[in-house]
């Protein structure tokens, strides 16, 4: 049985703050003590659990039979010295780094460790930028910032187009399956080579300033840039996460993990945490989409995790699918420590039925909860570790993390110090500074709010991007984030996501991304223009909206208008993230007929009963 399960008290952390109020309203916060020293580097946790346990199953993924296939710590450190030594014969180093455009599997990461053991700087990239954009703009400006001297995808058929717009003369490109050609490598021949003594002596001059990898933001509100992320930024940030879950030591996590690898989230919170463990990472080639669900569910039907990192639409779709079997739920709960989401706000109703479902299987609620970070730190940053009763409390600062709160607008401005913050973004000599205020701490753009005014240890809201925030015509303030976040949950899943206009306006308006699967429920039709034709689909936006409406506290919470979006967002517009959220702004901008139909009143409209 787990620390968790068995009420262990030393599970996690008991912290003790300190806490400064200054007089213009600043407010700073910081946990007692002192964290231990990080070690040198990701890899050298690789060595040290491939001599510790060599046999123990590290990574795994199914074959093209269905099978699991597994490597063990051993069997991982051998691949990773023997593409090590490979990528030194190809003249990679800190200027000729590696790109990575593929989906997560054993290839990927045996490359992005091996690109680490010798020093060699990797980038994994958004599959969207490969597969769902048609001009391939965002991936042309990433290998022209990085100038990449080998370039890696899954699939050279399936991956053709974007490996043709970006390997270019001197580029080197390996492919897991499908070649396009003889010139392009098979990364399991990689995998085979017997000499690794480049590879060793170079992993030997590691130091933690050593850059690991480059993130890329995913551009909410702004272009991505190219996060630095140093051995010493990874590995410190893994020993902020431990000093939190102090239960990972007796119990290390065995993850059944989809989160894309080119996210802080998935590629370095839980990839880098079973790695710091001693875990077990099984890869989930499945997707919280209506299509790629099934996987997942088949996934955990067969492998009970210990950890388990969801976005809210993924859990939504687990809640439905532990409802109608009970088989996926008993083995899902079975040795389950924790839920974590984070990417966006939960519904309160899935929140509940999570909740239920663990008391119901295991015999006590297993701890759901989220944090705050960012890729820029590290991202492990706030965590809340208190089983609550209400979805959204982020938590308090992680040992070694400073909290800063600057009163900005009516809103408290979140900023951060830690020893895993990046050094800054490649290619932007001065850009990082631009984020680092004067007393250097690190400025999020997100705005927090006290769960008690009167006893901060008790965590904080997120209160919204403060990028985002603007003032209606009267000069009040709208808090964009938490106001979106709100009427998101209201519709109870007839839309999946908002823009929020009216800046200089009188009153407020919404432009929605529909969820067509649940509009057709309601209605006949087949595409989102001729279900809002039909009565019964617009009643159902105008009864939420007009509940929502009915709720607000001010003009700062009303939402008097929305109009339906009936085309995707564009992602090489900018206007959705790869993580598949929208980019208010970049909406905004490129689509001002929307807004000005919601202020003159166009028949698209749907408008809250008075």
């Given at each position: ?15 003790k ?24 580097s990701?890899?050298d ?93 965002k ?16 699939d ?50 590691l130091?933690?300033q ?45 993850v ?5 690898w ?22 989930d ?15 955990l ?86 089983q ?74 997120f ?16 808090a ?79 939402v ?51």
């Amino acid at each position: 049985m787990s620390p968790i399960a068995e009420r262990k008290s030393d599970a996690f952390w008991d912290p003790k703050f300190d806490i400064e109020h200054r007089d213009d309203g600043t407010i700073v916060m910081a946990q007692e003590g002192i964290l231990p020293d990080p070690p040198r580097s990701m890899p050298d946790l690789l060595v040290q659990w491939a001599g510790i346990q060599p046999d123990t199953t590290y990574l795994a993924e199914r074959d093209d039979a269905g099978e699991w296939r597994r490597l063990s710590y051993a069997q991982v450190l051998d691949a990773v010295r023997a593409v090590g030594n490979a990528l030194l014969d190809m003249g990679l180093g800190p200027q000729r780094p590696v790109l990575i455009l593929s989906e997560n599997s054993i290839d990927h990461a045996l490359l992005g460790l091996a690109a680490q053991y010798v020093g060699v700087p990797y980038a994994p990239v958004s599959s969207a930028y490969s597969l769902m954009s048609s001009d391939h703009v965002k991936l042309k400006d990433i290998a022209s910032l990085l100038k990449p001297g080998l370039v890696f995808a899954s699939d050279g058929a399936l991956y053709g187009p974007a490996l043709a717009a970006i390997a270019g003369e001197g580029c080197h490109v390996a492919v897991s399956r499908n070649p396009r050609d003889d010139r392009d490598l098979l990364f399991e021949t990689l995998t085979q080579r017997a000499e690794t003594t480049a590879a060793d002596a170079a992993f030997a001059t590691l130091t933690p300033q050593t850059v690991g990898k480059y993130l890329f933001t995913s551009g909410s509100t702004g272009s991505p840039k190219a996060v630095i992320n140093t051995q010493y930024m990874m590995t410190s940030n893994q020993v902020i996460v431990a000093d939190c879950f102090r239960f990972l030591k007796a119990h290390p996590p065995i993850v059944v993990e989809w989160a894309p690898w080119n996210h802080t989230a998935g590629g370095n919170k839980v990839f880098n945490m079973v790695l710091f463990n001693g875990g077990t990472f099984y890869i989930d080639e499945g997707k919280p989409t209506p299509q790629g669900i099934a996987a997942t569910i088949r996934n955990l039907k067969e492998i009970a995790p210990t950890w388990c990192f969801n976005v809210p639409v993924g859990y939504e779709m687990l809640v439905n699918a532990f409802e109608q079997d009970d088989a996926l739920r008993e083995n899902f709960f079975s040795r389950l420590d924790m839920m974590m989401y984070a990417g966006a706000g939960m519904a309160q109703h899935t929140w509940d039925d999570l909740l239920r479902l663990s008391r119901e299987t295991a015999g006590h609620e297993v701890l759901l909860t989220t944090g705050l970070g960012a890729t820029e730190t590290g991202p492990f940053a706030l965590m809340c570790t208190q089983q609550q009763a209400f979805s959204g409390n982020v938590g308090v600062p992680s040992k070694g993390v400073k909290l800063k709160l600057v009163p900005n607008g009516g809103k408290l401005e979140a900023r951060l110090k830690s020893p895993s913050i990046t050094p800054g973004y490649y290619g932007d000599a001065g850009g990082a500074k631009s984020y680092i205020d004067d007393e250097g701490y690190y400025m999020l753009g997100d705005a927090l709010r006290p769960v008690d005014p009167d006893d901060l240890t008790r965590g904080f809201f997120f209160d919204g991007r403060t990028a985002e925030n603007f003032k209606l015509s009267t000069g009040t303030w709208v808090a964009v984030g938490a106001l979106r976040a709100r009427l998101i949950n209201h519709f109870g899943g007839l839309i999946r996501d908002a823009v929020i206009v009216g800046e200089s306006r009188s009153y407020l308006g919404a432009i929605v991304l529909p969820n067509i699967d649940a509009m057709q429920k309601l209605g006949t039709a087949r595409d989102i223009a001729s279900l809002m034709g039909e009565a019964a689909v617009r009643a159902a936006f105008e009864e939420r909206l007009s509940s929502f409406a009915a709720e607000a506290t001010g003009s700062s919470t009303r939402v008097r208008r929305l109009i339906v979006m009936e085309t995707a967002p564009d992602l090489d517009k900018g206007e959705m993230t790869d993580k598949g959220s929208i980019n208010q702004r970049a909406v905004i901008a490129n689509r001002p007929q929307l807004v000005e139909a919601i202020y003159s009143g166009s028949e698209r409209v749907i408008e809250a009963r008075k």
